[in-house]
């Protein structure tokens, strides 16, 4: 097998018609499609997208100590689906028409406390691109004690009973290891900051 550098392959497809089945937290849309696929040949199909906006998250980390805060919450789709424990997460939240740094600063505030100076952005992901249509916005952020301005927990108007816990890096990556850690993002951003060496293991 020949190793050679890849160029996405641009894609042609036409909507002919879209139905909404769902519209409350986020849409639901049924979409009827014509697709033109590799060999230049058209094929007609129907695909459901969901669509609730962007989001981001952030992980925020002690490169002194070597940790990083998480936070542990019920989860609905999860809980559906058998796992009857919180969800340990980084810290994350919509935009709701928000800058994204805007909008992450507030959430890690929100939910952990913290109040951010340094923010840094690593990049732009979409979670679940079969069906959701959300792109997501990753950050990381140095914390102290200093900063931490409140307990956090999110907004109980909104729902939220959100635990903030500190983590040494090398416990996140065993939990990773475990399966304790399952969530996609918050894997992602702990293995960032290992593997460009921003918080490293003792």
């Given at each position: 097998m020949q190793h050679a550098h890849y160029t996405p392959v641009s894609t042609t497809a036409t909507v002919n018609n879209q139905q909404i089945l769902a519209n409350d937290w986020g849409t639901l849309t049924k979409y009827d499609m014509t697709y033109v696929r590799?060999?230049?040949?058209?094929?007609?199909?129907?695909?459901?997208?969901?669509d609730r906006g962007h989001g981001a998250t952030i992980l925020l980390y002690n490169r002194d100590d070597r940790t990083v805060i998480l936070t542990s919450q019920f989860r609905l789709p999860a809980f559906l689906?058998?796992?009857?424990?919180?969800?340990?997460?980084?810290?994350?939240g919509l935009l709701?028409?928000?800058?994204?740094?805007?909008?992450?600063?507030?959430?890690?505030?929100?939910?952990?406390?913290?109040?951010l100076n340094e923010v840094t952005k690593i990049g732009e992901i979409f979670m679940s691109p079969g069906s959701v249509t959300e792109r997501l916005h990753f950050f990381i952020a140095p914390f102290t004690r200093e900063i931490?301005?409140?307990?956090?927990?999110?907004?109980?108007?909104?729902?939220?009973?959100?635990?903030?816990i500190e983590v040494a890096i090398q416990e996140a990556l065993a939990m990773i290891e475990a399966g304790i850690i399952i969530d996609?993002?918050?894997i992602i951003?702990?293995?960032h900051l290992v593997i460009k060496g921003i918080c490293l293991p003792a």
């Amino acid at each position: 097998m020949q190793h050679a550098h890849y160029t996405p392959v641009s894609t042609t497809a036409t909507v002919n018609n879209q139905q909404i089945l769902a519209n409350d937290w986020g849409t639901l849309t049924k979409y009827d499609m014509t697709y033109v696929r590799s060999d230049g040949t058209e094929q007609r199909f129907t695909r459901e997208a969901y669509d609730r906006g962007h989001g981001a998250t952030i992980l925020l980390y002690n490169r002194d100590d070597r940790t990083v805060i998480l936070t542990s919450q019920f989860r609905l789709p999860a809980f559906l689906i058998g796992h009857h424990y919180e969800l340990i997460e980084a810290c994350a939240g919509l935009l709701d028409e928000r800058d994204p740094i805007q909008a992450i600063r507030s959430e890690a505030e929100e939910e952990t406390g913290y109040k951010l100076n340094e923010v840094t952005k690593i990049g732009e992901i979409f979670m679940s691109p079969g069906s959701v249509t959300e792109r997501l916005h990753f950050f990381i952020a140095p914390f102290t004690r200093e900063i931490r301005i409140n307990e956090g927990g999110g907004l109980a108007a909104e729902g939220e009973d959100i635990k903030v816990i500190e983590v040494a890096i090398q416990e996140a990556l065993a939990m990773i290891e475990a399966g304790i850690i399952i969530d996609a993002k918050t894997i992602i951003l702990i293995q960032h900051l290992v593997i460009k060496g921003i918080c490293l293991p003792a």
